[in-house]
T-cell receptor
Framework: DTGVSQDPRHKITKRGQNVTFRCDPI?????LYWYRQTLGQGPEFLTYFQNEAQLEKSRLLSDRFSAERPKGSFSTLEIQRTEQGDSAMYLC?????????????FGPGTRLTVL | AQTVTQSQPEMSVQEAETVTLSCTYDTSESDYYLFWYKQPPSRQMILVIRQEAYKQQNATENRFSVNFQKAAKSFSLKISDSQLGDAAMYFC??????????FGKGTKLTVNP
């Protein structure tokens, strides 16, 4: 068990460019979550998947954001036409649907800087 | 809507002493869970302790314990015998009616040797 991994760890881009982040959950976990954390704030929920189905999306997830989990394993989060306000740490987490502890395991995050 | 409030942006404690971090929450759900997560500097967030709202008994995990006051919607974290490795951001979170976690803004804990 190598934990939740995220790639890249850091991304610097220019305003207007598209970026894509990848998350690999713990292998047996069927739930996968995306959160965004800005400086001085707690993580804010963006969306979550159960297997390949996207079951909930936050209002924070504007039309420029899209997340996928095509085979129920890894997930990608794409941001189109990035804006400076998109600068944040993007956290991925995974969990097991039937875990009585309801624990979400977090990855190290991808820090996005939009210039 | 669920909200979580952590009123202490920063706290400090002497090594081996006890510290309590405060958290209040609001939810319309009758069935919910409360969590404390720890985020060490430049490291990933890990679960410290959890509490089911239907349980009256306060959760305990080694040096970490909670004081859950359901009527007051309060969920504080007590760290006993503080260690240097306890230095981190601590986030209180609520989960209810959905699988998402709703986090507070966090409390930065400093442990002084």
């Amino acid at each position: 068990d190598t934990g939740v991994s995220q790639d890249p760890r850091h991304k610097i881009t220019k305003r207007g460019q598209n970026v894509t982040f990848r998350c690999d959950p713990i292998s047996e976990h069927n739930r996968l979550y995306w959160y965004r954390q800005t400086l001085g704030q707690g993580p804010e929920f963006l969306t979550y998947f159960q297997n390949e189905a996207q079951l909930e999306k936050s209002r924070l997830l504007s039309d420029r954001f899209s997340a996928e989990r095509p085979k129920g394993s890894f997930s990608t989060l794409e941001i189109q036409r990035t804006e400076q306000g998109d600068s944040a740490m993007y956290l991925c987490a995974s969990s097991l649907e039937w875990d009585p502890r309801r624990e979400q395991f977090f990855g190290p995050g991808t820090r996005l800087t939009v210039l | 809507a669920q909200t979580v409030t952590q009123s202490q942006p920063e706290m400090s404690v002497q090594e081996a002493e006890t510290v309590t971090l405060s958290c209040t929450y609001d939810t319309s759900e009758s069935d919910y869970y409360l969590f404390w997560y720890k985020q060490p500097p430049s490291r990933q967030m890990i679960l410290v302790i959890r509490q089911e709202a239907y349980k009256q008994q306060n959760a305990t995990e080694n040096r970490f314990s909670v004081n859950f006051q359901k009527a007051a919607k309060s969920f504080s974290l007590k760290i006993s015998d503080s260690q240097l490795g306890d230095a981190a951001m601590y986030f209180c979170a609520n989960q209810g009616g959905s699988e998402k976690l709703v986090f507070g803004k966090g409390t930065k804990l400093t442990v002084n040797p």
